[in-house]
């Protein structure tokens, strides 16, 4: 039968928040088409998606890759938004940053071509990141959507190069085509995204947000960092997708997580984990990173619903249950 709310369609199927997300508009009453990669070189399995609850009536499955942005087009038709959530990372060998790039922006671009040409298609919320915003020579305590990563300045001054610069130049590249083309979509900038996972895959914002605890001291500079739950994401995703008046982007982050909350935290409830003590951290070079607000997000009127202990806890419980601790 089908949802009675209507279909839709999630890009990147296999991935952490599109799973959930999945998950979550199935259990709303939803249709939902979504897309893995047909690449044979980074093939994803998807089989755990058709054991969500609904999936067997309303969950329909497709091959697409942003190589090909025709291939999109038998997963968008006849759904009345779309959630663009895929943005694979993986480098072909000998693969440049702007290639990189360009296959991104380009499959982007192609996917709203297809939502254009579709004529259901009410909305289209993509996914961007804090990435988009917080890397820039602005010496402030809190950013808002007005602020945008400076591509230079990520080239010179950043590790997380590649990722920020793709996520920038994809983000602008939607908004820009769809004033272009007077179209509805709005962008939604998560920042870490943490709490349980239905993949079978552990997700690398997991594990850089539990970098304490599997050891990586090399992303111990990660901290203080943005953190929200996958749930609270997924159901912003929803409101935005139904909001009268959306505009333009909105961060979704809602805590600040720092070493010092997560030490104590898995010191107390899970000793069993052993973390670095605070003393030992001492020596570890933080970098110093500016808030961002979620006050937009708010003032329309969505609310978060989980905090850093159901963050993480769940987080962290997910990861024990399928062995990755």
């Known amino acids: 039968m089908e949802g009675n709310k209507g279909r839709v369609c999630v890009t990147g199927g296999a991935g952490h928040i599109a799973s959930w997300l999945i998950m979550k508009l199935l259990e709303n009453g939803y249709a939902v088409n979504t897309t893995i990669r047909s690449n044979p070189v980074h093939k994803e399995d998807a089989t755990f998606l058709k054991s969500l609850l609904g999936a067997s009536q309303n969950l329909e499955i497709f091959d697409a890759d942003l190589n090909n942005p025709e291939s999109f087009n038998a997963a968008i038709e006849g759904c009345i938004g779309v959630f663009h959530v895929a943005h ?16 991104l922006v380009n499959g982007t671009l192609g996917i709203l071509k297809a939502c254009l040409n579709s004529k259901t298609v009410k909305r289209v919320v993509h996914t961007s990141s804090i990435a988009s915003v917080v890397y820039n020579s602005k010496d402030v305590d809190v950013l808002d959507e007005n602020f945008w990563t400076d ?34 979509v709005v962008t939604i900038l998560p920042s870490f995204v943490v709490g349980p996972f239905i993949c079978p895959k552990l997700a690398g914002s997991v594990r850089r947000a539990l970098a304490l605890i599997f050891g990586d001291k090399e992303e111990h500079c990660s901290y203080p960092l943005g953190a929200v739950h996958v749930d609270d994401l997924a159901r912003a995703f929803i409101f935005l997708l139904h909001h009268s008046n959306p505009k333009g982007r909105y961060i979704c982050s809602s805590e600040v997580v720092t070493v010092k909350m997560l030490s104590e935290f898995v010191s107390d409830k899970y000793p069993d984990l052993k973390v670095p003590t605070l003393d030992s951290l001492q020596n570890i070079k933080i970098h110093k990173s500016s808030v961002v607000s979620s006050k937009k997000l708010l003032d329309a009127g969505f609310k978060f619903n989980y905090g850093f202990e159901e963050m993480f806890g769940g987080a962290i419980q997910c990861c024990k249950d399928k062995g990755h601790l």
């Open 151 to 184: 591509i230079d300045y990520v080239k010179h001054n950043t590790v997380v190069g590649s990722y920020a610069i793709s996520k920038t130049l994809t983000e602008k590249a939607a908004l820009e085509f769809a004033e272009q083309n007077g179209m509805d």
């Open 88 to 103: 694979p990372l993986e480098f072909e060998e000998n693969e440049s940053l702007e290639i990189v790039t360009e296959r």
